[in-house]
């Protein structure tokens, strides 16, 4: 039996992550910019609609309550 020598976990961990990086498709910056205003529209268009389903919410409970 030859002594093989095993890579330690850690060096192989970063080397297979870089790796498995440069496999990656980056998006362009203009790609990306528009990516981010997409979601954070959506992020605050979903901040408005559960912000009124809360104050509905409040309202209905409110009035079964008689306060």
């Not at 954070?40 to 268009?45: E, F, G, I, N, R």
């Amino acid at each position: 039996m030859a002594d093989e020598k095993k890579p330690n976990a850690i060096s192989r961990y970063f080397r297979e992550t870089t790796g498995e990086l440069k496999k990656v498709s980056w998006p362009t910056w203009p790609e990306a910019r528009q990516l981010t205003t997409i979601v954070v529209l959506v992020m605050v268009a979903m901040a408005v609609l559960l912000g009124l389903v809360d104050l509905l919410a409040e309202s209905l409970i409110g009035l079964a309550l008689g306060a």
